[in-house]
């Protein structure tokens, strides 16, 4: 019995000693993973912060490639815009000559006007690109590639208590190594652990790995999912998933927003450049030959430059196909022999033929030339060798670019997938530590991929960069047809007797062209050229014989020329003359005698209106109107003449205009306008308020005008010069003729209630002093202080006279005039010398 004892006692010693041993080794296992855990943790996150400071990194060198290529850009279309504008302002051609011919501008100024919209284009796409880039990679930066920094509640999780190995199963605490397993490989259990292991065979059975694995090492990779995913998140969508870093893919996901401008950039840089030597050099084709005359240095000039566009086109362009674009350049040949044959010193009808052709072929290649450059610059739809290659410029294979400027775009996006040897961390913590849907499928055809690419970029799959490029393009060409079809005209129209569309150089542009009037009397004879004059040339005593034969001879033409009407008004003047001819033959002098112009070019005497102006009325304005003409002073007062009263040729007494009042108009200010119309009277003050009176005319003495709504008529402060007004419809029309201006400026209101708009300006001599409108409001009439008026005809500025200035009346000045219903003027004559003189109206 005692030896049962002593068994059992020492079967139980070992039982317990082996427990306590498998205990500790179970235990010791426990402390060991988790101390490589934590560690473990906290390693991963380091590497991966560094690995994200080498991301932040990526993210600035890429956008600061693209933002130092567009400042470059920027800098060399500046000077570019300096050169040109040089060019064309101080430097033009025809501003210190007469101008080369109108086909050689046209060759200059498309080429500048090209320079100048693509040297515009250039500064705003790359101002573009450069601020879109620099924006993507602040907003990328500040939201998007951050450094995964973990939270204490996140390192607390990690972190495991000795004690928690009390929380582990019986099985797992007492687990006999080499012998038990820790799970079974079940369906039902959580397995796939540590598969990744290279181990040999033998000792791969003694591992732990895919099921056999402790039930704490479980827990903590399921805790790790759920808890550190917060720290490595992902903002990218699935479409941009692949197999490069995520900061990659989304950059080049959003670099597909700007790259189509820099792209386009640079080849508004390269187009301008070419249209800038192309017109720099039809500048010199002209100076050289119209002001300097050096014929062989011109050619000089049209080498290098010839050469130099060559030079471009080869280190800019790789073409696919037969090398058309070269042919631009050739244009500065064909143009400098055709302006050659144009200064040539000897005319020939042959020559002047092969100089057309010249000028038609530079046009047709200048046509052919802007039409391969729209080719080259469209986007291909192959993608070119380069791209996709380590080393140099670098885009994916789906963006469409034109592939002939593949040398000269260096556009650089980020990689699509990792090269070999190289890690990234961030996205292996990523992975291992969330639980994330798989990656959608890549488009499984470059087509796909390509419209999934260009789905944003606009119309057809086309960015707005080569939108814009192209319709400069199709401008130019557009440019260069309409200078071929105008040549055409020139040529057409040379040598006929059609005139010109233009006038002459020198001519006023509202004048005939004079070498389309008949000649001269005396055309035939010979001009003297040199110093010295009639007086003290060789020709002196010559030409006082031959005016005076000239005139013999052609008198007799001229007075038959001349209408019976002219005839008689030569004869009247000539038969008021003739009684001062005695007087001077008795006096011997002219002394007494009126001015000789006053007897040629004054009109016949005006006949006086027998008016009784009511008592102290000053009449500064006449306004006509269907049943009268209105006599206005400048405070409100008026007299109303009927036309019963002035279309009578003699009256017997004097008629007593009628009296009236403009009720509420003096405190709008001083009346200096009026018309008179079917609506009413409308009046203008000194302030540009303008008043409408309604009605046939006053009632009981009292005539009721109110402002009209809208602006007042901009006259500025003080104003002291002429106003006319007058309405068609709706609209009103002003006519201002500002003191010591030689022009009418007009304005107009088309809607009520708004503001009055400068419509014209029109040529007027100072000494106009008032004006008014027709009734129908086409016609303005201009009248001087001496009675003298003018009709201008507002449809296309033609200026006539309608009434001569008055003869008889030296004292007096014409204030104003209006236009009768009968046909006939009324003018309103005061006192110019201060006397007391009652005013007169004057009809005829």
Not at 293 to 301: E, G, P, Q, T
Not at 576 to 591: C, F, K, M, S
Request: with cysteine; charged share 20%.
């Amino acid at each position: 019995m005692a030896g049962l004892e002593v068994g059992a006692a020492a079967a139980a010693a070992t039982a317990g000693g082996v427990g306590m041993g498998l205990f500790s080794y179970n235990r010791g296992n426990y402390m060991f993973d988790q101390k490589n855990h934590y560690s473990r943790f906290t390693a991963g996150l380091n590497m991966a912060i560094a690995q994200t400071g080498l991301y932040k990194q990526d993210i600035e060198q890429l956008t600061e490639l693209t933002v130092s290529r567009q400042d470059c850009y920027h800098g060399i279309a500046a000077m570019g815009l300096t050169i040109l504008t040089a060019i064309y302002c101080p430097g033009r051609l025809g501003l210190h000559t007469s101008p080369p011919p109108g086909w050689l501008m046209g060759l200059e100024f498309v080429n500048i006007a090209g320079c100048y919209m693509f040297l515009g284009l250039a500064l705003w796409l790359a101002m573009h690109a450069s601020m879109r880039a620099d924006t993507a990679s602040t907003h990328m930066l500040t939201r998007f590639v951050r450094l995964p920094i973990p939270s204490q509640g996140m390192l607390d999780t990690a972190r495991k208590f000795l004690s928690s190995f009390e929380e582990q199963p019986m099985k797992e605490v007492l687990r006999v190594p080499f012998i038990m397993s820790h799970q079974a490989a079940d369906p039902k259990n959580e397995g796939g652990f540590n598969e990744g292991m290279s181990i040999d065979d033998a000792a791969k059975r003694r591992s732990r790995h895919d099921y056999d694995v402790p039930a704490w090492y479980r827990k903590e990779k399921d805790i790790d999912n759920r808890s550190t995913s917060e720290t490595i998140g992902s903002m990218m969508p699935l479409d941009a998933k692949g197999e490069s870093p995520e900061h990659f893919q989304a950059y080049r996901e959003i670099q597909m927003e700007w790259f189509p401008y820099d792209v386009y950039s640079r080849l508004s840089i390269f187009l301008a450049f070419m249209h800038l030597v192309h017109c720099w050099t039809y500048l010199q084709i002209g100076h050289q030959l119209q002001e300097t005359r050096a014929l062989f240095a011109c050619a000089i000039v049209v080498l290098p430059m010839f050469v130099l566009q060559q030079v471009i086109l080869t280190l800019d362009i790789v073409p696919s196909s037969f090398p058309i674009h070269r042919l631009g350049p050739c244009a500065l040949w064909t143009a400098y022999i055709a302006a050659v044959i144009e200064y040539k010193r000897w005319y020939t009808p042959e020559a002047q033929v092969v100089g057309f052709v010249l000028v038609y072929v530079s046009y047709a290649i200048h046509i052919i030339y802007t039409l391969s450059l729209l080719r080259l610059c469209r986007p291909s739809d192959e993608a070119p060798a380069v791209a996709e290659t380590p080393g140099a410029s670098w885009w994916p294979g789906e963006w469409r670019l034109p592939s002939a400027f593949q040398h000269a775009i260096w556009l650089v996006a980020p990689p699509k997938k990792i090269e070999e040897g190289q890690v990234d961390i961030v996205g292996e913590l990523r992975a291992a530590q969330r639980d994330a849907p798989s990656p959608r499928a890549a488009p499984a055809t470059d087509a796909e991929r390509r419209a999934d690419v260009h789905r944003a970029l606009g119309m057809q799959g086309e960015s707005p960069a080569w939108v814009n490029v192209k319709i400069g393009l199709i401008v130019c060409t557009v440019a260069w047809i309409w200078l071929t079809v105008g040549f055409t005209i020139e040529v057409l129209n040379q040598g006929t007797a059609h005139p010109s569309l233009l006038s002459a150089p020198g001519v006023p542009n509202h004048a005939r062209d004079p070498r389309y009037r008949p000649a001269k009397i005396g055309a035939h004879e010979v001009t003297e050229v040199g110093t010295g004059g009639v007086e003290a040339g060789p020709a002196k005593g010559v030409h006082s014989g031959a005016v005076e034969r000239r005139l013999h001879e052609a008198s007799g033409d001229v007075i038959a020329s001349m209408g019976p009407t002219m005839r008689q008004a030569i004869a009247e003047k000539v038969r008021e003359v003739l009684p001062y001819l005695h007087q001077v033959q008795r006096n011997g002098g002219l002394a007494g005698l009126p001015q000789v112009e006053d007897l040629l070019l004054a009109g016949p005497t005006a006949r006086t209106a027998l008016v009784r102006w009511p008592a102290l009325f000053e009449p500064q304005m006449l306004a006509c109107g269907p049943h009268g003409a209105a006599a206005l002073s400048r405070h409100g007062r008026g007299a109303l003449m009927h036309h019963r009263h002035l279309e009578t040729e003699e009256l017997a007494e004097h008629h007593e205009a009628a009296p009236f009042a403009l009720e509420g108009a003096i405190r709008h200010g001083p009346l200096i306008a009026s018309s008179w119309d079917d609506h009413g009277l409308l009046l203008v003050t000194k302030q540009g308020a303008v008043l409408h009176c309604p009605g046939g005319g006053p009632v009981a003495g009292r005539w009721k005008c109110e402002p009209m709504a809208g602006a007042r008529l901009p006259l500025g402060r003080d104003f002291s010069g002429s106003v006319a007004v007058t309405r068609s419809g709706g609209a009103l029309r002003a006519a201002v003729l500002f003191p010591g201006d030689g022009s009418i400026s007009l304005f107009a209101r088309t809607v009520a209630a708004s503001s009055w708009l400068p419509s014209g300006e029109v040529r007027a001599s100072l000494a106009h002093k008032s004006a008014s409108f027709s009734a129908d409001g086409e016609v303005l009439v201009l009248t001087t202080a001496d009675g003298a008026v003018s009709h201008l005809r507002m449809r296309d500025g033609a200026m006539s006279t309608a009434a001569p200035r008055l003869a008889g009346f030296k004292d007096y000045e014409v204030s104003s005039a209006c236009g009768l219903p009968a046909g006939s003027l009324a003018r309103l004559a005061l006192s110019s010398n201060g006397a007391n003189q009652e005013p007169k109206l004057l009809l005829g």
